[in-house]
């Protein structure tokens, strides 16, 4: 079982920034990809940023060149680095990892939600 837990979030103003964090734990041999996605009330929940085992991003075009996703494999974690936010990025954010065990064997996991609020 993996144990995703998420940390950041909270109130800015637009063109502030924030950053979101996630850590992976429990029994995986590996993890494959990390990504956070983003849920408005009402609405799909959507793609924001996706980073590889091998550090290859893809972002939604909305957020492209203000956010940032990284991670640390050596910790198992991922960043994304929001800049120049807007209010239309407000949404609850989730974390998403797919591990492979050792049979590789490919499992995702999401994490609780964060919210992030842009409004002056």
Known sequence: QVQIVESGGGLVQPGGSLSLSC????RFFRIS?????RQD???QRELVALITSDYSTNYADSVEGRFTIS???????????MNSLRPEDTAVYYCFVETVDRLYRRYNSWGQGTQVTVSS
């Open 23 to 26: 850590a992976a734990s429990g």
């Open 41 to 43: 009330p009402g609405k």
């Open 71 to 81: 991670r640390d494999n050596g910790k198992n974690t991922v960043t994304l680095q």
């Open 33 to 37: 990809y990390m990504a956070w996605y």
